[in-house]
Antibody
Framework: EVQLVESGGGLVKPGGSLKLSCAAS????????MSWVRQTPEKRLEWVAT????????YYPDSVKGRFTISRDNAKNTLYLQMSSLRSEDTAMYYC??????????WGAGTTVTVSS | DIQMNQSPSSLSASLGDTITITCHAS??????LSWYQQKPGNIPKLLIY???NLHTGVPSRFSGSGSGTGFTLTISSLQPEDIATYYC?????????FGGGTKLEIK
């Protein structure tokens, strides 16, 4: 069974840092691009980052560029999102998603990030 | 950035009805349009990719059409389990963007 399990969310103060992880199983992790997508408390979905299957290429929207870093360890079947300089507007449920060409075909259960003083 | 405008934002329909949700892109996205279903308390799930391709396991009462800037998601013979919020998403160019969602309720 294809499965993605996120971890690492929590409460962090503005300006703080947090690192999310996503453990993948049930498919050949190294063959797929992977992404992070977040859902705000208002239920809006926002794409956060994508990394190519081999890890050489990364993509971000301007809203997180320079603050967030996506990475992966194909030997450990794990995806990461390092988040720094966190802001209140980064508060969201963060989903790990397997990524095909232009869309997300498998989603994890998500991990909650709350940025508040 | 490509803006995705979904309508309506909410919809109430009866069991057995056929409903249509529309998604308009602010620029040409060819067929790089996907639809997702999010049931209450659950995660988003892929329904349709590349405008009209049904994802594995999705019932055939769901269908998608369109290209360029205008797209539709149609659900025929509405079932109780179709209660959800539906989102469109463009994958034509970065940053990938989502529509604001359509909340479907049963009358």
């Amino acid at each position: 069974e294809v499965q993605l399990v996120e971890s690492g969310g929590g409460l962090v103060k503005p300006g703080g840092s947090l690192k999310l992880s996503c453990a993948a199983s049930g498919f050949t992790f190294s063959s797929y691009a992977m992404s992070w997508v977040r859902q705000t408390p208002e239920k809006r979905l926002e794409w956060v980052a994508t990394i190519s299957s081999g890890g050489s290429y990364t993509y971000y929207p301007d809203s997180v560029k320079g603050r967030f870093t996506i990475s992966r360890d194909n030997a450990k079947n794990t995806l990461y999102l390092q988040m720094s300089s966190l802001r209140s507007e980064d508060t969201a449920m963060y989903y790990c998603a397997r990524t095909a060409t232009g869309y997300f075909d498998v989603w994890g259960a998500g991990t909650t990030v709350t940025v508040s003083s | 950035d490509i803006q995705m405008n979904q309508s309506p934002s909410s919809l109430s329909a009866s069991l057995g009805d056929t409903i249509t949700i529309t998604c308009h892109a602010s620029q040409n996205i060819n067929v790089w349009l996907s639809w997702y279903q999010q049931k209450p308390g659950n995660i988003p799930k892929l329904l349709i990719y590349k405008a009209s391709n049904l994802h594995t396991g999705v019932p055939s009462r769901f269908s998608g059409s369109g290209s360029g800037t205008g797209f539709t998601l149609t659900i025929s013979s509405l079932q109780p389990e179709d209660i959800a919020t539906y989102y469109c998403q463009q994958g034509q160019s970065y940053p990938w963007t989502f529509g604001g969602g359509t909340k479907l309720e049963i009358k």
